[in-house]
């Protein structure tokens, strides 16, 4: 495999398109660049924060494993994955997922293929801060989080 995916996982927030002209700066063979952000939600109104919690080494190990099937897959000519932890109030960015190819729906595909298990299989975990003081329980994953997944078996 050629393309050696930067995998990512951080506190600090992340520049979009400083990712994007990094990945793809310098690159003329690159014909469409797909990213995903995932942001930080409060759908009720009273989301003080979302606190993401991590498995360290094996979290970034599970992203660079599932970004190197998607390079497999696809004719990807690079691949970035960021996923942030700590603290993350609502409107913040949390995930960012980037992929290039020479044409769209390798691109497109890639990126969706990438979240789609990052989102499952990637040790992460989260709950919620609310606004009054108090602490939810830790999130549980979705069955729909699974059935995205089935789509590329």
Known sequence: ?????????????????KEIDLMSGGKSDIGAV?????????????????????????????????????????PLDAVTA???????????NIVLVIAASRHRQAAFDGAAFLMDFMKSRAPFWKREIKIDGSTGSWV???DTDEDAMKRWQ
């Open 1 to 17: 495999m050629g393309v050696k995916p930067d995998i990512r996982v951080q506190q600090e927030d992340f520049d979009i398109r």
């Open 34 to 74: 797909v990213t995903f952000t995932g942001l930080c939600r409060d759908e009720k109104g009273a989301l003080e924060a979302l606190e993401l919690e991590h498995y360290p080494g094996m979290a970034e190990s599970e992203m660079r494993r599932i970004a190197e099937e998607a390079c497999e897959r696809w």
């Open 82 to 92: 960021i996923h942030r932890y700590g603290r993350i109030a609502p409107g913040e």
């Open 140 to 142: 549980d994953a979705r």
